[in-house]
């Protein structure tokens, strides 16, 4: 799950100094569950744009904002709006507000800041799990990540500055190679901790990534 959360009223109206008329889009997966995209959050937003004089023209929750020919499609139900808009509001993640921007012509602002990659714990409480790597580790590692829960993210843990199983960046957060050993005793793979790892390759989470299945298929049947 992708967790965003929403901007300040200041910085959104920034943005919109310049601009009368405008669109909210949204988005019907990651930001609708967190509350920062959906169906409610856009009623509020026009609400808001306005009561500060604003012009909606339309709002729309996308599904899922992200799909690009998803989004190009379900824009076509807001193409008379979409040529007399100034300005169009995504509520959707960082990701699918630069999707929006390749599907539509007017300018695209992020109503949302986007967190992290992480888990509900339950409705409103997120934790960051995953940061994409490339390359991820949780098979040697009892499916604890160390790369997140790491402040330091160690691949050859612990760091040994732990105190009474806290992190001694801060923040109270548990050491995640303490979890991790007691993890991995519980289940009987301690000697997992002995093998020492390769430096991890941040070459394969170089930016901006991108994977094409028909051109992978194609190598494979080369091969």
């Given at each position: 799950?992708?967790?965003?959360?929403?901007?300040?009223?200041?910085?959104?109206?920034?943005?919109?100094?310049?601009?009368?008329?405008?669109?909210?889009?949204?988005?019907?997966?990651?930001?609708?569950?967190?509350?920062?995209?959906?169906?409610?959050?856009?009623?509020?937003?026009?609400?808001?744009?306005?009561?500060?004089?604003?012009?909606?023209?339309?709002?729309?929750?996308?599904?899922?904002?992200c799909n690009?020919?998803?989004?190009?499609?379900?824009?076509?139900?807001?193409?008379?709006?979409?040529?007399?808009?100034?300005?169009?509001?995504?509520?959707?993640?960082?990701?699918?507000?630069?999707?929006?921007?390749?599907?539509?012509?007017?300018q695209v602002?992020?109503?949302?800041?986007?967190?992290?990659?992480?888990?509900?714990?339950?409705?409103?409480?997120?934790?960051?799990?995953?940061?994409?790597?490339?390359?991820?580790?949780?098979?040697?590692?009892?499916a604890i990540?160390?790369?997140?829960?790491?402040?330091?993210?160690?691949?050859?843990?612990?760091?040994?500055?732990?105190?009474?199983?806290?992190?001694?960046?801060?923040?109270?957060?548990?050491?995640?190679?303490?979890?991790?050993?007691?993890?991995?005793?519980?289940?009987?793979?301690?000697?997992?901790?002995?093998?020492?790892?390769?430096?991890?390759?941040?070459?394969?989470?170089?930016?901006?990534?991108?994977?094409?299945?028909?051109?992978?298929?194609?190598?494979?049947?080369?091969?």
């Open positions: 799950m992708i967790i965003s959360q929403k901007k300040s009223a200041e910085e959104i109206l920034k943005f919109l100094e310049n601009h009368k008329k405008v669109i909210i889009t949204g988005c019907s997966e990651c930001a609708t569950v967190c509350q920062a995209g959906g169906e409610k959050e856009l009623q509020e937003m026009k609400e808001f744009l306005e009561a500060e004089g604003k012009e909606v023209l339309g709002q729309i929750v996308l599904d899922a904002a690009f020919l998803n989004t190009r499609k379900s824009l076509k139900q807001l193409k008379e709006e979409l040529n007399e808009t100034d300005a169009i509001i995504s509520l959707a993640c960082g990701d699918g507000t630069q999707t929006i921007a390749k599907a539509a012509k007017p602002y992020p109503g949302t800041d986007t967190m992290f990659i992480g888990e509900i714990e339950r409705v409103g409480q997120y934790e960051e799990a995953c940061k994409a790597c490339g390359e991820c580790e949780l098979g040697w590692t009892a990540c160390p790369i997140t829960r790491c402040a330091k993210g160690l691949i050859n843990g612990p760091c040994g500055g732990a105190r009474d199983k806290k992190c001694e960046v801060g923040n109270g957060n548990d050491c995640a190679w303490i979890m991790i050993y007691e993890k991995l005793k519980d289940l009987g793979q301690l000697e997992n901790m002995m093998e020492i790892r390769e430096p991890k390759d941040f070459q394969k989470s170089n930016n901006p990534r991108r994977i094409n299945l028909r051109e992978q298929k194609k190598q494979v049947a080369k091969a």
